[in-house]
Nanobody
């Protein structure tokens, strides 16, 4: 059984920063890719950033230049550094990890950016 545990969400003013972490626990699994998605109220869940096992990185256009994704393979952990946050970044942020067999999701962490 694999669990993804997110942390680091919260309330921040516009222009502020937050750092999200997602650590995998339980059965040791090698992840091919890890990433972050977000879902605002009434909207679909969208990709924020994605990093492959070869460190190939993809960002949503809306966060390019402001967010940075990184991973520590030894710790099976992925991070999302979010700078210059905007009210439109407000959402529940979900961690995702993909092994050779399936996709795993965290429980989500709320990020709220006030104007």
């Amino acid at each position: 059984q694999v669990q993804l545990v997110e942390s680091g969400g919260g309330l921040v003013q516009a222009g502020g920063s937050l750092r999200l972490s997602c650590a995998a626990s339980g059965t040791i699994v090698r992840f091919n890719a890890m990433g972050w998605y977000r879902q605002a109220p009434g909207k679909q869940r969208d990709l924020v950033a994605h990093i492959s096992s070869g460190d190939r990185i993809t960002y949503a256009d809306s966060v390019k230049g402001r967010f940075t994704i990184s991973r520590d393979n030894a710790k099976n952990t992925v991070y999302l550094q979010m700078n210059d946050l905007r009210p439109e970044d407000t959402a529940v942020y979900y961690c995702n990890a993909v092994s050779s067999y399936r996709s795993y999701w965290g429980q989500g962490t709320q990020v709220t950016v006030s104007s």
